[in-house]
């Protein structure tokens, strides 16, 4: 099993360029999730969905857009890249144990 | 509302010292907590849960409902111990078993 994996791992965007994250597990889990991580800001949630079809917003949702087409892939998307989406993005997916598996993460710089 | 909170971001001891990560949470109800660890550059990974109530790599934590604690403690640091933890707690199914995360405390380990 591959885990949970993300494309790309680095990525440099310039102001109002979009972009997709891409995110796949592979253990079959309903419920899945996108992070970002900010220094000194922990984990902060954009968007999750509790199966496929389905999404929801998180703490943090605005200026990003995600799909669930497929049961193993989570999309994010950012329409209108800024400055403040400098992040390292962390996508997760959750057990019936509510143990969450995550990512590797992807490195985005917004020039 | 529901909070967890890590009032330390940085700890810093000697290998062989005793270290304690605090963690307090605000919960109505039953809480299960976890802790992650996240090692230099790498992705966030489950240390322990308090259901399970096993030692994780010499880490031990105990849940205090009197004191809506749950801190992480470990005898005799390591080097390698250096890394990220966060403290989590999941929310409600309703709420997608989203896991609100504590910001977090820096544990560096120095020779």
């Known amino acids: 099993n591959a885990g949970v994996t993300q494309t790309p791992k680095f990525r440099v965007l310039k102001t109002g360029q979009s972009m997709t994250l891409l995110c796949a597990q592979d253990?079959?889990?309903?419920?899945m999730y996108w992070y970002r991580q900010d220094p000194g800001m922990g984990l902060r949630l954009i968007h999750y969905s509790v199966g496929e079809g389905t999404t929801a917003k998180g703490e943090v949702p605005d200026g990003y857009n995600v799909s669930r087409l497929k049961k193993q892939n989570f999309l994010l998307g950012l329409e209108s890249a800024a400055p403040s989406q400098t992040s390292v993005y962390f996508c997760?997916?959750?057990?019936?144990?509510?143990?969450?598996?995550f990512g590797p993460g992807t490195r985005l710089t917004v020039t | 509302a529901q909070r967890v909170t890590q009032p330390e971001k940085l700890l810093s001891v000697f290998k062989g010292a005793p270290v304690e990560l605090k963690c307090n949470y605000s919960y109505s109800g039953s809480p299960e907590l976890f802790w992650y660890v996240q090692y230099s550059r790498q992705r966030l990974q489950l240390l322990l849960r308090h259901i399970s109530r096993e030692s994780i790599k010499g880490f031990t934590a105990d849940l205090n409902k009197g004191e809506t604690s749950f801190h992480l403690k470990k005898p005799f640091a390591q080097e390698e111990d250096s890394a990220m933890y966060y403290c989590a707690l999941p929310r409600a199914k309703a709420a997608g078993n989203k896991l609100t995360f504590g910001g977090g405390t820096r544990v560096l380990v120095k020779p």
């Open positions: 253990m079959n889990h309903e419920y």
């Open positions: 997760a997916s959750r057990n019936r144990d509510f143990e969450q598996y």
